[in-house]
Nanobody
Framework: QVQLVESGGGLAQAGGSLRLSCAAS???????????MGWYRQAPGKEREMVAL??????YYADSVKGRFTIARDNAKKTVYLEMNSLKPEDTAVYYC?????????WGQGTQVTVSS
């Protein structure tokens, strides 16, 4: 069973910064942990969308966050981070941690990010 524990959401002003963290609990050893892991978000009335994803092939960002958000991971800690800078009101959403492992998609419980103008 995989658990994803997120932290770091909250309220920020436009132009501000927030940092999200997501730690995975899984039996996969730290030394071999390189599974696809990242962040999605869902705003009210919109579909869930990929924000940033890290896997062995590289790092991928949604066009709307390129140059502002940075994803990083610590495989030894089985943790992924999302550094969000120059936040905009349109970044307001519930952010979900994502991990693909053992042929299954796994999701965190979601953390709210609200950006005020």
């Amino acid at each position: 069973q995989v658990q994803l524990v997120e932290s770091g959401g909250g309220l920020a002003q436009a132009g501000g910064s927030l940092r999200l963290s997501c730690a995975a609990s899984t039996s996969i050893s730290r030394s071999s942990f390189s599974n696809p892991m990242g962040w999605y978000r869902q705003a009210p009335g919109k579909e869930r969308e990929m924000v940033a994803l890290s896997n062995t092939g590289g790092v991928y960002y949604a066009d709307s966050v390129k140059g502002r958000f940075t994803i990083a991971r610590d495989n030894a800690k089985k943790t992924v981070y999302l550094e969000m800078n120059s936040l905009k009101p349109e970044d307001t959403a519930v952010y979900y941690c994502y991990l693909y492992i053992q042929d299954r998609e796994n999701w965190g419980q979601g953390t709210q990010v609200t950006v005020s103008s």
